[in-house]
């Protein structure tokens, strides 16, 4: 297991270094200058050139990225160029409400799916196994800033029982908080919950024909049981790796949601500094959730291990 561990340990390095590689150079390529977006167009230029100086653009690019990567290993992201904020505290702020609604999605979603999944292989084609397929189906066609919309529409505007939109903050209590963020967590879990469902239903499908699945059902055990006992652990695999996918998505991909919601998360700081062509806000932030990315499959890949020890056997 430790060999095993190492490994993993060592490509996610690798991917964080190439990560961080990409991440700048594409983004230091993009075209616009930061210093003339903020002068705007009727800058001087011997005004544009000293704010370049103060943002610290007018040094290589080799060597701000290996200042910016140094900052990043000792937790200094650097200073926002439009906020003149550090960005450390502005990630600090925005995650504490990104976090808990990935977490509460994926905790709705996961919810949702395992038992549709199960229920689904367990009645394969019967009503059970086509009616969960259908609303499966369903929620992977409906766009989730649409079903976000009609989320408000019934339950924050004509029955109100949540809130429509903002965050209520965290010195409000957990109630208020999770009443904030019910209605986008739904939002998001729903649409997973059925890629989900149909992973969890199809690796169920091809284990119930491996040869210890028969022989349990030739020892007296009926076929809910066989999955139940035998089966879903031997499924988890693929549904595992679903599972950390969505939370990497969760986590990275709710800017639509969050700006249906009005909510201050790092989605919605992302669009925000593209717009203001914050370039080290951008690279920063992206960089954080392509590293949660990579140490949630680094996860993944040890829940494989525990799960099924013939992957240990093999390294």
Same mark, same amino acid.
Request: net charge positive; aromatic share 10%.
């Given at each position: ?9 060592? =490509? ?33 230029? /011997? ?10 653009? /007018? ?9 910016? *990567?140094?900052?990043?290993? !000792? $937790? +200094?992201?650097?200073? =926002? ?6 960005? =450390? ?20 979603? *996961? ?15 019967? !009503? @059970? ?43 409000? $209590?957990? #109630?208020?908080?999770?009443? =904030?963020? !019910? ?27 491996? +040869? ?7 020892? @007296?055990?009926?076929? *809910? ?5 035998? @089966? ?20 990275? #991909? ?62």
């Amino acid at each position: 297991m430790i060999r095993y561990t190492l490994k993993r340990f060592l =490509s996610l390095c690798i991917s964080l270094a190439v990560a961080s590689l990409l991440i700048f150079f594409v983004i230091e390529i993009a075209p616009g200058d930061p210093a003339s977006f903020m002068l705007g167009i009727n800058a001087q230029p /011997d005004t544009v050139a000293a704010l370049r100086a103060e943002l610290g653009l /007018d040094v290589p690019k080799f060597e701000r990225y290996l200042a910016w *990567t140094q900052g990043m290993l !000792t $937790g +200094d992201f650097g200073m =926002s160029y439009t906020y003149r904020t550090p960005i =450390s505290q502005m990630v600090a702020d925005r995650l504490w409400v990104s976090l808990p609604l990935a977490l509460f999605a994926l905790a709705l979603s *996961t919810i949702i799916a395992l038992p549709a999944g199960i229920y689904a292989a367990a009645r394969r084609g019967k !009503t @059970g196994d086509v009616a969960v397929m259908s609303a499966t189906q369903l929620g992977v066609a409906i766009p989730n800033f649409w079903f976000a919309m009609m989320l408000v529409l019934i339950f924050a505007i004509k029955l109100r029982w949540f809130a429509g939109g903002g965050f209520a903050g965290w010195d409000k $209590g957990l #109630g208020a908080v999770m009443w =904030s963020l !019910t209605l986008p967590a739904i939002s998001l879990a729903l649409p997973q919950a059925a890629i989900l469902a149909r992973v969890m239903r199809s690796a169920l499908l091809d284990v119930m024909n491996e +040869d210890f699945m028969r022989t349990a059902r030739a020892k @007296g055990l009926t076929t *809910t049981q066989t999955l139940w006992k035998h @089966g879903l652990r031997n499924a988890l695999i693929p549904v595992l790796t679903i599972i950390g996918l969505q939370f990497s998505f969760l986590l990275a #991909g709710g800017i639509i949601i969050e700006q249906v919601f009005y909510l201050p998360g790092l989605g919605r700081l992302v669009f925000q500094a593209i717009s203001a062509r914050d370039l080290i806000v951008v690279e920063s932030v992206v960089m954080l959730l392509v590293f949660a990315v990579i140490v949630v499959n680094f996860a993944v890949d040890l829940a494989y291990a525990t799960v099924d020890p013939r992957l240990r056997a093999r390294t």
